[in-house]
């Protein structure tokens, strides 16, 4: 775990699955009989991932255990635990091509709009959850970067923020006036309501005036998807979908869109083109009278 955390910038978040996913193998190792390590060839790796495949875990959980489980021999061999590693030739099953799920813009305005009357009452929660999911949506952040944000990272003047990202890569996001002026509600008349001496300098408090978790953020996300009632979309993700394909749709450049969502990979934020031509041939079936 040290290596992860330290030479390859894993999150918390990501260690913790990490730790999960070598303890199953571990338990899968002694229950068939292992005493050492050593002892796991390629036969047990595949029966340990058949096993779950027949336990109904998803095809993406598989193949991040599958990355797991080879990271893992490859660092037992390096530090001399093992002579040869089993898992060079254990394949990851292919990942379901499935389609993230995207609001309407109109049901975004519904969204927006059930937040803008909360808040006008001007209590702190109502403020704050306004400015996350604005936030949230204009500049597509992962839920766990909207939690680590401190005050010092909003730059109101130019209209940014400064992300910290997977394995600690930092980039810098716009978003546009409706966030800038929910944030400045937020940090005005709700945030002083709720800070504490251990605040700090985090930017989004909860309750009791520590930084939120990203628990309370989908919770808070969730409730409002719930209140839709026309979709079945859940969590902060949503809205980190729903912008990259709005900007996508409003002919935002493909890179520009991968540098903003932070994405290492161009494939990666390839799936949002699908996501609009997956769109645009549903208006097509809807509306044209010979679809």
């Known amino acids: ?38 002892d796991v060839d390629l036969a047990s790796l595949r029966r340990w991932l058949g096993q779950q495949s027949a336990e109904g ?11 797991t489980v080879r990271s893992f021999m ?42 803008l009357a909360a808040a006008e009452t001007l209590e702190p929660l109502p403020l704050r959850d306004l400015a996350m999911v604005e936030l949230l949506y204009g500049t597509g952040i992962r839920v766990g970067e909207l939690a680590g944000l401190d005050v010092l990272d909003i730059n109101r003047e130019r209209r940014t923020i400064k992300v910290l990202g997977k394995g600690n ?14 944030v400045a509600r937020w940090l005005e008349l709700g945030r002083p309501k709720l800070v504490q001496p251990h605040s700090s300098a985090a930017l989004f408090l909860g309750q009791r005036g520590g930084r939120i978790d990203q628990r309370t953020v989908r919770t808070v996300v969730d409730r409002l998807l719930g209140k839709l009632g026309d979709t079945s979309a859940t969590g902060p993700h949503t809205l980190r979908h729903t912008a990259a ?37 549903e208006s ?4 044209h009278p010979r679809a």
Do not use: C
Request: proline share 3%.
């Open 1 to 38: 775990m040290h290596y992860q955390r330290t030479e390859r910038g894993r999150s918390e978040h990501t260690l913790r699955a990490y730790g999960g996913d070598v303890d199953s193998l571990l338990i899968h190792a002694v229950t068939e009989g292992n005493v050492a390590l050593s």
């Open 57 to 67: 875990l998803s095809r993406s959980t598989l193949a991040r255990r599958t990355a």
């Open 74 to 115: 490859s660092w037992a061999q390096r530090e001399g635990l093992l002579a040869v590693d089993p898992a060079l030739r254990l394949r990851a099953p292919q990942r379901g091509k499935s389609l993230p799920a995207v609001l309407q813009q109109q049901q975004l305005r519904r969204l927006m709009d059930d937040l």
């Open 169 to 182: 890569k930092e980039r810098t996001v716009p978003f546009g006036v409706p966030a800038d002026r929910a």
């Open 245 to 281: 394909t709005h900007l996508l749709d409003g002919g935002a450049d493909l890179r520009a869109v991968q540098e903003i969502l932070g994405h290492s990979s161009l494939a990666t934020t390839q799936l949002y083109t699908h996501v609009s031509v997956e769109r645009l041939r």
């Open 284 to 287: 097509y079936r809807t509306a």
